[in-house]
C-alpha cells in the first residue's frame, strides 16, 4: 500500500526518468520517497464516486500517520465523501489538480485537521498589554514548558462582536518558574482577573499539508459546513484547491499558528446567513496568529476574505492577529469582497483587487487594518469602509473607481471612525464623494480626488461631517465638483496644506470655513479678505481689509483657545470715520481690553493667539 523501494531502472516510472532528466536522479528521488507514499486506490478508494472514499482515504491518511507522516496520493477521479477526513500530524493530502474531486456528500466539512486544548489555568495577577509574563498557582504553572503554545484568554468581550466573542490570543511559552510563565514575545492585549483571564495549554497539529485538489457540494443550499477545517494547528500549507458549490468557507482556520493558504479558487458559493450558510473563500475565526493567505480568488460568494471570533464549538475566545492576505481578488461578491469582522487585529491587505462587489471592496471593522496597494472598481456601495472598531487603519496607494449606485453610500472611500490615515489615496469616478469622514483625527497625505458625485446627489469631493473636529490634509489633487470640500459643522480644526486643486473658487462652495481652519501654499487660495460688514475671522483669511465706507462694523475674532500661535493683521483701509472693531470672542481680551478700535484710514493692528487671549504684537 506504499511506494516499494525500486531496485533497478527497470522499476521506475517512466515519467520520473522524463521530469528528472537521467535515470540516477530518477532513482534517487524515488528512493527517497520510498515508504513514505501512500496511493488512495490501493487502500480501496472508488474514483467513480459511485461508494463511499472516506473510509479508504481515511485509512491512507492513518497509515502515514502511524509512521510519522508521508503523502496521500489521490489520483484522477471523483471521490464521494460521506463524512469528513481527517488529517494527522505531518501528513499531506495530495490530488492531481481540479481533476481530483471531493464530493462533499455529508453534513460536515470535507477534510478536517483538529488538535486540541487542555484545561485553562486562571492567572492570578492581571497581565498588561505588553507584558512577557503570566502568573498563576505554582501547581497551575508546572503544566507548562519551554516550547509550549498555549491560548491566552478571558472573558472581556470585543467591542462591536456579533458572535460574542471574547478577546484571546495565542502565545509561546519560553519558560516557567514558580508559577510565573515567560512567553517568548509580548502579548497584544491586557487580561484582567476580574475577566477570568487564563492560559490554555495548546496541543497543536504540526505539518499538515493539502494540496492540488477540488472540493464540491453537489446539493447547495442544504448544509452549513466548511471545505477544509483547521483548528489549533501549527504551519499548515493549503494549496491549489478548487470549490464550488459549498455552503460554508472554503477554507476556515481557527485557532492556528503561522502557516500559508495560497492559490486557492472558490465560486458560487452559498451566501444564506438566515441558514448560518456563509460562503467565504477564506475565513479566518479565533486566535489565528501569523498566518499568510496569498493568491485567492472568489466570485459569486459571501466574501473572498473574512475574519471573525467564533473559535471552536463552545470557545469563543480569541481574535485574529497580523494575518496577511496578498496578491487577491474577488469577483462580482454578494457583500463586501474582502471583509474583516469586528474581530481582528493588525490585518494586512496588500495587492488585492475587489471587482463588481454587491455592497463594499473592502469593509474594514477591525482594528488597525493595514491596507496596501488595493483597488476597488464598481462596488454598489463604498470602494472602502473603515467603521465599528477601525480605529488605526492606514490605506496607502489604494483606488477606489466609479462605485455604482446613488444611494447614501456609494463613497470612494469612507471613514465612519476616527484615526485613520489615507497616503497618496485615489478616488475618481465615484457616485457620490470621493472621501467621507464622520470622525475625528483623520489624515490624508497626497491623495486625490477627481470628478465623483457621478450620481448627481451630492456636490463635493471631500464630506467633514459634523462629529469631525480634527481633520488633516496635505498634498494631492481636488477638482471637478461643485464644491471641493464641504464641513457640516464650523467647529472642524482643519489643515489644507500644499494641495492642487483644478480650481479654487469651489475650494468651500456651500459651506462655512471653521474658524480654526488653518490653510497654506494652496495655488491660487488667497489668505487676504476685504469685508465691508461685520466679518467673522477664520482660519483660511489672515490678512483682514476692512472697508466701513458704508457703516461701522466689527471683525470677530474666533476663540483664542481654539487657534493657538494664529496671527491675523486687520487694516481699516476707507477715509470713512466709521470705525472697524476687533472684537475677541466672548470674554477673552485683546491686550487685556474687550476690543480693539480702527478708527483712521490706514491704521491696523496685528494680534496673535495664546491659546487663552489675544495679544497686539
Known amino acids: ?47 467513480r464516486g459511485v461508494k463511499n472514499a472516506t473510509t479508504a482515504i481515511q485509512s491512507a491518511i492513518d497509515a502515514a500517520g502511524t509512521r510519522g507522516g508521508g503523502v496521500v496520493l489521490l489520483g484522477i477521479g471523483v471521490y464521494r465523501l460521506d463524512t469528513a477526513l481527517v488529517m494527522r500530524a505531518n501528513v499531506t493530502l495530495e490530488g492531481c489538480g481540479k481533476a481530483t474531486v471531493l464530493v462533499q456528500n455529508g453534513t460536515v466539512a470535507a477534510i478536517t485537521a483538529l488538535g486540541s486544548p487542555a484545561t485553562a489555568k486562571v492567572l492570578t495577577v492581571n497581565a498588561t498589554i505588553r507584558s512577557t509574563t503570566l502568573t498563576m498557582s505554582g501547581a497551575d504553572g508546572d503544566s507548562f514548558v519551554a516550547g509550549d503554545y498555549g491560548l491566552l484568554r478571558s472573558t472581556e468581550a470585543v467591542p462591536n462582536s456579533t458572535s460574542s466573542a471574547t478577546y484571546g490570543e495565542i502565545v509561546r511559552v519560553a519558560s516557567e518558574a514558580a508559577g510565573v510563565v515567560t512567553l517568548d514575545g509580548p502579548i497584544q492585549h491586557g487580561y484582567t482577573t476580574a475577566n477570568t483571564a487564563a ?35 501549527l504551519e499548515p500549507r493549503i494549496e491549489n484547491i478548487w470549490g464550488d458549490g459549498l455552503d460554508g468557507a472554503l477554507v476556515n482556520l481557527q485557532h492556528t499558528v503561522g502557516g500559508l493558504v495560497a492559490g486557492v479558487w472558490g465560486r458560487d458559493l452559498t451566501d444564506d446567513a438566515g441558514n448560518s450558510r456563509l ?33 471552536a464549538t463552545g470557545a469563543l475566545a480569541g481574535i485574529p492577529y497580523g494575518v496577511v492576505v496578498s496578491n487577491s481578488t474577488a469577483f462580482n461578491t454578494t457583500h463586501a469582497g474582502f471583509d474583516t469582522h469586528a474581530e481582528g487585529d493588525g490585518i494586512a491587505f496588500v495587492n488585492c483587487t475587489a471587482l463588481g462587489s454587491e455592497t463594499e471592496g473592502f469593509q474594514l471593522r ?12 464598481g462596488a454598489t456601495a463604498s470602494g472602502f469602509v ?55 483625527h483623520n489624515r490624508m497625505i497626497g491623495c486625490v480626488s477627481l470628478d465623483n458625485n457621478e450620481g448627481g446627489v451630492t456636490t463635493d469631493e471631500i464630506n467633514v461631517g459634523a462629529s469631525v473636529t480634527h481633520l488633516t490634509i496635505v498634498g494631492g489633487e481636488l477638482g471637478g465638483s461643485t464644491n471641493l470640500i464641504r464641513f457640516a459643522a464650523t467647529t472642524t480644526e482643519f489643515v489644507l496644506d500644499g494641495v492642487d486643486t483644478h480650481d479654487y473658487t469651489k475650494l468651500f462652495g456651500g459651506s462655512t470655513l471653521p474658524a480654526q481652519a488653518k490653510i497654506a501654499n494652496v495655488l491660487g487660495y488667497s489668505t487676504v479678505t476685504s469685508p465691508t460688514t461685520t466679518y467673522a475671522a477664520n482660519g483660511g483669511k489672515y490678512s483682514i481689509l476692512a472697508d466701513a465706507s458704508a457703516g461701522a462694523f466689527d471683525v470677530d475674532l474666533p476663540a483664542a483657545s481654539g487657534c493657538t500661535d494664529r496671527v491675523y493683521t486687520i487694516k481699516k483701509t476707507d477715509a470713512s470715520a466709521n470705525a472697524v472693531t476687533v472684537d475677541p470672542s466672548g ?16 491704521q491696523s493692528v496685528t494680534c496673535q493667539s495664546d491659546g487663552a487671549t489675544w495679544w497686539v504684537l
Open 386 to 440: 473603515v467603521l465599528e472598531n477601525g480605529a488605526g487603519t492606514t490605506l496607502d496607494n489604494c483606488s477606489a473607481l466609479h462605485t455604482r449606485t446613488s444611494g447614501n453610500s456609494a463613497f470612494g472611500f469612507q471613514c465612519a471612525v476616527g484615526d485613520i490615515t489615507l497616503s497618496a489615496c485615489t478616488a475618481t469616478g465615484n457616485e457620490r464623494q470621493g472621501f467621507s469622514f464622520a470622525d475625528d
Open 1 to 47: 500500500n506504499k511506494m516499494p523501494v525500486p531496485s533497478s531502472a527497470d522499476e521506475l516510472p517512466p515519467f520520473l526518468t522524463r521530469e528528472l532528466g537521467n535515470i540516477e536522479s530518477a532513482l534517487k528521488f524515488a528512493t527517497s520517497l520510498a515508504g513514505t507514499v501512500y496511493f488512495a486506490g490501493d487502500f480501496g478508494a472508488d474514483a
Open 587 to 602: 470674554a477673552e481680551t485683546i491686550d487685556g481690553a474687550g476690543t480693539y478700535a480702527l478708527t483712521v484710514q490706514y
Open 279 to 311: 460562503g467565504y473563500v477564506v475565513a479566518v475565526a479565533g486566535a489565528v496568529v501569523g498566518t499568510r493567505i496569498d493568491n485567492i480568488h472568489g466570485e459569486q460568494c459571501r466574501h473572498v476574505f473574512t475574519t471573525s471570533g467564533t473559535g
Open 366 to 377: 477591525a482594528f488597525r487594518n493595514k491596507v496596501t496597494n488595493c483597488h476597488a472598481y
Open 199 to 233: 492560559l490554555q495549554n495548546l496541543t497543536l497539529l504540526d505539518g499538515v499539508q493539502i494540496r492540488n485538489l477540488r472540493i464540491t457540494n453537489p446539493d447547495p443550499g442544504t448544509k452549513a459546513a466548511p471545505g477544509i477545517l483547521l483548528r489549533y494547528c
